[in-house]
């Protein structure tokens, strides 16, 4: 019980320093790891480890989204470090099934997955394979109703957090529901997408019936942060609308608009100010806490200039997700989204949008965004398409930025209208680990945005640049884009689950 009491007096401690940021500091799944939990009290701590098992894999998601999107690049293409050489190997659609950072990510995120999945079990929350549903079974430990519901209801977001972002990256993947030991849980193959979507639906419609619905300005300040009902919301009408069942994301993206509270802040800056965390935008975010607390964001170091000493951040930066060219020249230079996102050190660009001051290195405050207000709006433009209320959602965020407005005039085709809409994303989610993601859902939601054109014709415009300038034998343009295939649109299973399973084979994507 001494590890327990040390656990809950950090939350405690958590509590009392902001009432913010629902994390521990220690993987909460090592606590009783031979049986389940067996009180509300414990349950607590292990959801909460829960919210912290989120910020593993988004150390690596940015090079598995914002690097293979057409956002940033690798600094520096005449090194020859390891490190390097995978995140080009990403950012050139060419990683070996062996990649360290995909497995990684991988990783992790199954790993918190288990730790959803004991949060369940212990009370007795199971999904249901027949009728793609949760059912609430009878309790074997002592829990009220609304305490079990409030659980469910944050923890089967997790989980369908963690499976759509899979499901996006890899195809179909392993379905595991329940808590099993790693020789139980090689006994399962390959989930269809079908099966995968139907989970990932199940565990959000789960949220929005349990979670809690209270408008953003009457949530007590000891619930923000956590995840409820406009979250859950926002997050399957994006799951709609990647599966093209845009009627259902209208239905649930235009209930937000009128119901939530949410709304957009007045400046663009503000929406990721420190000092204005889990503002009246921010529907759902990742959450950090500086103060050597060992939750705090390495972003600020990961992302600021390499070899800028202590000019952009304490302790030095690493200069990853380079922000591209091609990305910089498409902000107008009035756009205050362009200083937000991105800044220089001399001659080096770089993430500006992580970044506070830090004592110690890779312990920023600054959280990160998944689900903001601003993206339901566009959401819903993308829903209802090619339209004048469609443009005018789309003002919504360019007047925010003191940008002209659209007019039906001047967008007065589909293709323009898409296009209008994909840059608007991209300048407005820059970073924020959307931008491949949209690129892949247009290929379904769209008509003449498609994620193969759009990287090959980045890779020309960079070509001379950046991708030309590796270290020989240096590929010629058609050889890198000749690796931009439908098949590579997905990242490869890792290797060292399929040569691990001594019960299935497990088969690998196509194309690796």
């Not at 607390?293 to 800028?308: E, M, T, V």
């Not at 952009?312 to 690493?318: E, S, T």
């Amino acid at each position: 019980m001494k590890l327990l009491s040390y656990f809950l007096t950090f939350c405690v401690l958590l509590a009392g320093l902001s009432c913010k940021k629902l994390i521990d500091v220690y993987p909460v799944s090592n606590l009783y790891d031979a049986a389940f939990y067996r009180n509300i009290e414990e349950v607590n701590v292990a959801l909460t480890g829960c919210y912290n098992g989120m910020q593993k894999p988004l150390y690596d998601e940015w090079s598995m989204t914002e690097l293979r999107s057409d956002n940033s690049i690798m600094g520096n293409p005449t090194s020859g470090s390891a490190d390097n050489k995978e995140l080009s190997d990403l950012d050139m659609f060419m990683p070996n099934t062996y990649h360290e950072g995909i497995y990684n990510y991988w990783l992790h995120t199954y790993y918190n997955i288990y730790n959803v999945n004991k949060v369940l079990k212990s009370i007795s929350v199971n999904y249901s394979v027949a009728d793609s549903s949760l059912s609430y079974d009878s309790l074997v430990i002592p829990i009220n109703q609304d305490d079990r519901y409030r659980v469910s209801a944050e923890a089967s977001f997790i989980r369908a957090y963690h499976y759509f972002n899979l499901i996006r990256l890899f195809g179909g993947v392993f379905l595991i529901d329940n808590p099993l030991s790693p020789e139980d849980s090689k006994k399962i193959n390959r989930s269809s997408a079908d099966e995968i979507y139907r989970f990932i639906i199940a565990d959000l419609k789960n949220t929005i019936s349990y979670g809690n619905s209270t408008s953003y300005g009457f949530i007590n300040i000891n619930d923000l942060g956590r995840v409820n009902t406009w979250a859950a919301k926002a997050l399957l009408a994006k799951v709609y609308l990647t599966l093209n069942r845009k009627n259902e994301a209208m239905l649930l993206l235009n209930d937000i608009i009128s119901n939530s509270g949410y709304s957009l802040q007045s400046t663009y800056s503000s929406v990721f100010s420190i000092i204005n965390e889990m503002n009246s935008e921010i529907l759902f975010s990742v959450r950090y806490r500086s103060g050597s607390l060992g939750i705090g964001s390495p972003f600020a170091n990961l992302f600021a200039a390499n070899g800028s000493g202590l000019a952009v951040v304490n302790g030095d930066g690493k200069g990853y997700n380079y922000p591209a060219t091609e990305l910089i020249n498409s902000y107008n230079s009035t756009d205050p989204r362009l200083a937000t996102n991105i800044s220089k050190y001399i001659s080096k660009w770089y993430v500006n949008k992580y970044i506070s001051n830090v004592a110690i290195a890779n312990d920023a405050e600054n959280d990160w965004p998944v689900i903001r207000y601003a993206d339901v709006l566009l959401m819903l433009a993308e829903a209802k398409g090619f339209s004048s209320s469609s443009i005018d959602l789309i003002n919504l965020i360019r007047a925010r930025s003191g940008q002209s407005l659209l007019t039906t005039s001047t967008i007065n085709s589909v293709a323009l209208f898409e296009n209008a809409l994909s840059n608007e994303r991209r300048l407005e989610f820059a970073f924020e680990n959307q931008r491949w993601f949209d690129l892949v859902r247009f290929n379904s939601t769209m008509t003449t945005i498609k994620a193969e054109d759009v990287m090959k014709n980045h890779i020309a415009l960079m070509y001379s640049s950046h991708y030309g300038k590796y270290p020989p034998p240096v590929l010629t343009l058609s050889q890198i884009q000749s690796y931009v295939t439908p098949e590579h649109l997905l990242l490869p299973i890792p290797q060292r689950e399929i040569d691990n399973n001594t019960f299935l084979t497990i088969p690998q994507n196509p194309g690796y």
